[in-house]
């Protein structure tokens, strides 16, 4: 700033020298000179940021636009970390424990069959055996819910309680004596007719968990449908073998009934306890057949 008033007081000395030698007009030229130049030193300075005027024919895109510069990050952008919680894992509640039953019922033997699932059993202390399916009442408020291999489970007033099969108990049978095992006519016919001791086979029926364990009966399928039991794993000399089946064979119909339900061989299993004739009718090999049993 000092620099600039010397500089304007040389201009003044020479100015008063040379007035007497200029014509008007100069002199009024030479002030508006002198004027500009001091607004030029005095006036003090605008902000660094100016207008940028482009020449014509010149896009804005060429140009570096400082406002945009600023906006770029020149050592990355921070990025917040969004950490997503971990759900927690469900806690499953542990089933409670089904409380053991003290209604007076011997459970003797189950055929599991899902929602046809059926139990045979000896309610108080009776000598005559009883078939229960999945869903019958036993006594009033008390209904057969579950049925396992060796256990089911009853709604006893709305409670759960488990029955366990009782491993002593024996169904009550009347002694008979071994009969011979039963000979077969005509093995190669289609139809064959065989004679059955009553007491035997009564005496057989009535042991049903015995005649559970000779010999293995599922229901069978073909094309997605039931189409009767097939006979596996029997028993050598059991009452399977004695009345002449063999493994692989399909039962079809007992006494001209279709059965193809655990309900309908249970139902049927209590009607031949007090039948005087039998009539089987099984596939086997492809083949049907046809075997008639006189009971006497």
């Given at each position: 700033?000092?620099?600039?008033?010397?500089?304007?007081?040389?201009?003044?000395?020479?100015?008063?020298?040379?007035?007497?030698?200029?014509?008007?007009?100069?002199?009024?030229?030479?002030?508006?000179?002198?004027?500009?130049?001091?607004?030029?030193?005095?006036?003090?300075?605008?902000?660094?940021?100016?207008?940028?005027?482009?020449?014509?024919?010149?896009?804005?895109?060429?140009?570096?636009?400082?406002?945009?510069?600023?906006?770029?990050?020149?050592?990355?952008?921070?990025?917040?970390?969004?950490?997503?919680?971990?759900?927690?894992?469900?806690?499953?509640?542990?089933?409670?424990?089904?409380?053991?039953?003290?209604?007076?019922?011997?459970?003797?033997?189950?055929?599991?069959?899902?929602?046809?699932?059926?139990?045979?059993?000896?309610?108080?202390?009776?000598?005559?055996?009883?078939?229960?399916?999945?869903?019958?009442?036993?006594?009033?408020?008390?209904?057969?819910?579950?049925?396992?291999?060796?256990?089911?489970?009853?709604?006893?007033?709305?409670?759960?309680?488990?029955?366990?099969?009782?491993?002593?108990?024996?169904?009550?049978?009347?002694?008979?004596?071994?009969?011979?095992?039963?000979?077969?006519?005509?093995?190669?016919?289609?139809?064959?007719?065989?004679?059955?001791?009553?007491?035997?086979?009564?005496?057989?029926?009535?042991?049903?968990?015995?005649?559970?364990?000779?010999?293995?009966?599922?229901?069978?399928?073909s094309n997605?449908?039931?189409?009767?039991?097939?006979?596996?794993?029997?028993?050598?000399?059991?009452?399977?073998?004695?009345?002449?089946?063999?493994?692989g064979d399909v039962?079809?119909?007992?006494?001209?009934?279709?059965?193809?339900?655990?309900?309908?061989?249970?139902?049927?299993?209590?009607?031949?306890?007090?039948?005087?004739?039998?009539?089987?009718?099984?596939?086997?090999?492809?083949?049907?057949?046809?075997?008639?049993?006189?009971?006497?």
């Open positions: 700033m000092a620099g600039a008033v010397t500089e304007l007081i040389v201009y003044m000395v020479i100015l008063q020298q040379w007035e007497h030698r200029l014509p008007a007009v100069a002199e009024v030229a030479l002030v508006g000179l002198m004027a500009w130049m001091v607004s030029v030193w005095l006036v003090p300075e605008t902000s660094l940021e100016t207008r940028l005027v482009l020449p014509v024919g010149v896009e804005s895109k060429e140009v570096l636009d400082v406002v945009t510069m600023a906006t770029i990050p020149l050592f990355g952008e921070f990025k917040k970390e969004v950490v997503q919680a971990v759900p927690k894992p469900v806690v499953q509640a542990k089933p409670q424990p089904v409380a053991i039953s003290r209604i007076n019922l011997k459970l003797l033997g189950t055929v599991v069959a899902g929602d046809r699932s059926a139990a045979i059993v000896i309610l108080d202390g009776k000598s005559d055996q009883q078939v229960l399916f999945q869903g019958d009442e036993i006594k009033p408020e008390i209904t057969l819910a579950e049925v396992f291999a060796d256990a089911i489970v009853v709604m006893n007033h709305g409670n759960p309680e488990r029955i366990e099969m009782d491993a002593n108990a024996k169904l009550v049978s009347t002694p008979a004596p071994v009969s011979p095992p039963l000979s077969a006519v005509e093995q190669n016919a289609a139809s064959r007719h065989q004679s059955v001791d009553r007491n035997h086979l009564q005496g057989q029926l009535r042991n049903f968990s015995s005649l559970l364990s000779q010999a293995r009966v599922i229901p069978n399928f997605g449908k039931a189409n009767g039991f097939i006979i596996t794993d029997i028993v050598p000399a059991s009452l399977y073998e004695q009345i002449g089946l063999q493994n039962i079809k119909k007992v006494n001209g009934e279709e059965i193809v339900s655990a309900q309908q061989a249970m139902q049927m299993y209590q009607a031949l306890q007090n039948a005087t004739s039998i009539s089987l009718e099984l596939e086997r090999a492809g083949q049907v057949r046809e075997i008639n049993y006189d009971i006497q």
